[in-house]
């Protein structure tokens, strides 16, 4: 996941668990632990994209951007899988040069 992906992945998904009222809350009580959530350029950029909406709603996130979350959390799925692939055919290179040198001592 690129950096762009993760920052609206990282608000998407702390906007998501919240309501209008608990967020207009946490921007009045406790703006630093909210910009550091939601930085004020990614807010502006989901709120232009209409991810979000602060009016009249009790979920501050929209039906699309439920649907990006969940596309970032395709994307974010895929790179753990990744991940997790290449560190088992390490392993199980490891494991066959280990093999192989253990029969050739033999």
Do not use: C
């Not at 004020?40 to 990006?68: A, P, T």
């Not at 959390?73 to 490891?94: G, N, P, Y």
Request: hydrophobic letters at 40%; glycine letters at 2%.
């Amino acid at each position: 996941m690129n950096k762009i992906d993760r920052s609206w992945y990282t608000a998407l998904r702390f906007l998501s668990t919240l309501n209008t009222e608990n967020v207009k809350e946490i921007k009045e009580k406790r703006p630093d632990f909210y910009r550091k959530k939601v930085p004020e350029k990614v807010e502006s950029m989901l709120h232009i994209r209409g991810y979000i909406h602060f009016e009249n709603y009790s979920n501050i996130v929209s039906e699309d951007g439920l649907k990006q979350l969940r596309v970032l959390e395709e994307i974010r799925r895929k790179d753990f899988t990744l991940i997790a692939s290449v560190i088992a055919v390490i392993i199980s290179l490891v494991a066959l040069g280990i093999s192989i040198a253990s029969f050739i001592n033999s």
